[in-house]
């Protein structure tokens, strides 16, 4: 029963973020570009207690960097929210290997506050990569982690690796119709990217059951 319920998440989490990419992806295909290239490094843990003795949470600040592997400026809005969170125990081709549902889930966090967009130049909203340029921010990505060894849920303790997806807007058709006006003004600049970016694969090592605090 368990693993159907898990399988049945993952599902879900797969559809809901093709849902929420769906308009991103519309715009982005528009003109032919590359993603930028997206790394990310273990920055703070904070381990917060759970509300049944099963499982606590260990938030991990992440550190994540986008580098414009094109050719061409690309122009980044500097908020990008987190979505599609897959774990697993090792990596195969720059793909999690041996899936450890129920940890992939779709959440929508931001690293930063979503301001009406501007069409001023230069915008402290986005930057702008010129080819090789490389932009940093953090996310805070929030790990179940098992607080027994025979809790039901939850990573063990041990090595795992993580894979992240993140959207850089739309997050409506109202904001995806400014994007494309402003995506018109800004071309002589650089491309407006927008939709979903894959990180390539991070380590993240569950230690044994460490002091825990209350968190909000």
Request: hydrophobic fraction near 40%; proline fraction near 6%.
């Amino acid at each position: 029963m368990c693993t159907r319920l898990q399988k049945s998440h993952w599902e879900l989490s797969r559809v809901l973020f093709c849902c929420v990419v769906l308009v991103g992806q519309r715009l982005t295909s528009a003109q032919s570009v590359s993603p930028p290239r997206l790394r990310a490094e273990v920055a703070g843990t904070k381990n917060c207690e759970g509300h049944d003795g099963e499982i606590y949470v260990s938030q991990r600040t992440l550190r994540v960097h986008f580098t414009n592997n094109d050719g061409k400026p690309i122009i980044l809005y500097r908020s990008v929210y987190l979505s599609d969170i897959v774990l697993g125990k090792r990596v195969i081709n720059g793909e999690i290997g041996d899936l450890e549902s129920p940890m992939s889930f779709t959440v929508a966090s931001a690293s930063g506050a979503a301001e009406a967009l501007k069409d001023i130049w230069p915008n402290n909203q986005f930057v702008l990569l010129k080819p090789g340029q490389t932009y940093s921010t953090t996310l805070v990505v929030p790990i179940f982690v098992k607080q027994r060894p025979d809790s039901p849920a939850g990573l063990a303790e041990g090595l795992h690796f993580l894979q992240f997806r993140v959207i850089i807007l739309p997050q409506t058709e109202e904001m995806a119709e400014r994007l494309r006006g402003l995506r018109g003004s800004w071309k002589d600049r650089g491309f407006l990217w927008t939709g979903p970016i894959r990180s390539e694969p991070v380590r993240i090592v569950v230690s044994p059951v460490p002091k825990l605090q209350k968190c909000d």
